[in-house]
């Protein structure tokens, strides 16, 4: 009978080598900083949005605008927190 080692709960024949441990590691960095990034131009757009020109009048739908700019750079992204979308 095969015992499970015993630093992980995974059987021997599951557990992954060292080189595809770091091989996941480094695709999951990779899709934390894609998701930072994504975050970064979400709220870069929300940020100008909210931003009024001196000689800008009120009530032009800028928030609006940059509002759903930010969404939409989410949604591109495929970010976890939208709605309906992978966690």
């Not at 934390?32 to 001196?54: C, D, F, N, Y």
């Not at 591109?76 to 309906?84: K, L, N, Q, T």
């Amino acid at each position: 009978m095969t015992q499970p080692r015993p630093e992980t709960d995974r059987p021997v024949e599951e557990a992954g080598t060292p080189a595809n441990e770091i091989d996941l590691l480094r695709k999951r960095v990779g899709r934390v900083e894609e998701q930072v990034r994504a975050l970064a131009e979400a709220t870069l757009a929300l940020a100008r949005g909210m931003e009024a020109g001196p000689l800008e009048e009120p009530g032009q739908g800028r928030a609006e605008r940059a509002a759903r700019l930010a969404h939409e750079l989410l949604l591109a992204a495929d970010h976890p927190g939208r709605e309906g979308g992978p966690a």
